[in-house]
């Protein structure tokens, strides 16, 4: 089985920027296609970004393409997400997940395993 950790949210003000990262403890990580959803309170859970298994592909959600970054370091079995110019919109927590293929999703219900999360704040 397949654990995953998120680390490095935090409060922020708007313009601000973060970087989340992911580790994973599984042993097929490099097979994997990885991804980051996001859920504010009281809203469904939506989908951020996603990589497949060389990094060499990346898909984002539109209301953060240009601003986030998703990108992997295999050999740390590492997911990271670079956070630009932060919204107060952008307040939820942030999902890392994992799915038993090498190719991207863009939907969080073809996702196969969850991190716990990590809240990112940000503050006007």
């Known amino acids: 089985q397949v654990q995953l950790l998120e680390s490095g949210g935090g409060l922020v003000q708007a313009g601000d920027s973060l970087r989340l990262s992911c580790a994973a403890s599984g042993r097929t990580f490099s097979n994997n296609a990885m991804g980051w959803c996001r859920q504010a309170p009281g809203k469904e859970r939506e989908f951020v970004a996603t990589?497949?298994?060389?990094?060499?592909?990346?898909n984002y959600a539109d209301s953060v393409k240009g601003r986030f970054t998703v990108s992997r370091d295999n050999a740390k079995n590492t997911v990271y997400l670079q956070m630009n110019s932060l919204k107060p919109e952008d307040t939820a927590v942030y999902y890392c997940a994992g799915r038993f293929h090498g190719n991207t999703a863009l939907r969080p219900d073809d996702y196969h395993y969850w991190g716990q999360g990590t809240q990112v704040t940000v503050s006007s």
């Open positions: 990589i497949n298994w060389s990094g060499g592909v990346t």
